[in-house]
């Protein structure tokens, strides 16, 4: 049996989206699991040279959804397998437009901080290093919502 690829998983029925009850660590109430393909559709608005915090993303999906809050595990792996299509060249999708809290590079990326900070720079955006991390410089200024 040959494996998916990340495009297939990404348009999967999946039986999703799908609303469970929150953890309480999360603070409980309503939580969405998105569609893989929402979160691509997202991704695809963000314009070059502009970001969009993962935060920010998530909480976009759970207004669309009317619910507490969308899942972080499973929109942070969806994130991910959109990432790993676009290597694959199966979408065009600007996955490393997506950036932690503050604007923050992640590491999770395919190619790492590496990766992450050269697809910014050709969007135009400056990364500085503030302790063993990295960052969007002037993060704010770019914001996408």
């Not at 299509?85 to 437009?97: C, Q, T």
Request: with cysteine; glycine share 8%; net charge positive.
């Amino acid at each position: 049996m040959s494996r998916k690829t990340f495009l297939e998983k990404i348009q999967s029925k999946h039986d999703l989206p799908k609303i469970k009850d929150a953890p309480d660590v999360w603070g409980g109430g309503s939580m969405l699991i998105p569609h893989p393909k929402e979160v691509m559709e997202i991704i695809d608005c963000i314009p070059k040279g502009n970001i969009m915090e993962i935060n920010a993303l998530r909480s976009q999906l759970a207004e669309k959804h009317n619910v507490d809050i969308c899942c972080p595990m499973t929109t942070g792996i969806f994130i991910k397998i959109v990432a790993e299509a676009y290597l694959e060249g199966s979408i065009n999708s600007p996955y490393w437009r997506v950036v932690k809290k503050n604007g923050e590079l992640n590491h999770k990326f395919p190619g790492g901080i590496d990766e992450h900070r050269n697809q910014l720079s050709r969007d135009g955006l400056s990364v500085i290093k503030k302790g063993k991390k990295f960052y969007i410089k002037d993060a704010q200024t770019y914001l996408y919502s």
